[in-house]
């Protein structure tokens, strides 16, 4: 100001200033925004915050066919002892 100097301290653990406001502000929490931490924040700067990793397609492909194989040679056993048991009472 005219009169007085401003008087600066440093930002508390968690918070920021940028330089562009007067007061810290908290730092952006990611995960409660469902998203992953990319940068830590610190005094002078915000936390950066990304895209959650997601699986690979290749594992999800992978699961859904075992899943699959799974379920058809279930129904395979059971239609063949079926089968089996058909013949029997012939």
Known sequence: ???TDSQCSDCSD???SDGKR????PHTQCES???QL???GTASTDAE???LKKAPTAIIVLVVVLGLLVVGSLVAWFLWKRHL???RLL
Do not use: I
């Open 38 to 40: 990319m940068k830590p």
């Open 33 to 35: 925004q469902n998203l």
């Open 14 to 16: 968690g918070t920021f």
């Open 49 to 51: 915050c990304g895209n």
């Open 1 to 3: 100001t005219a009169l």
């Open 22 to 25: 007067t007061s810290c502000r």
């Open 85 to 87: 048991a058909e013949k």
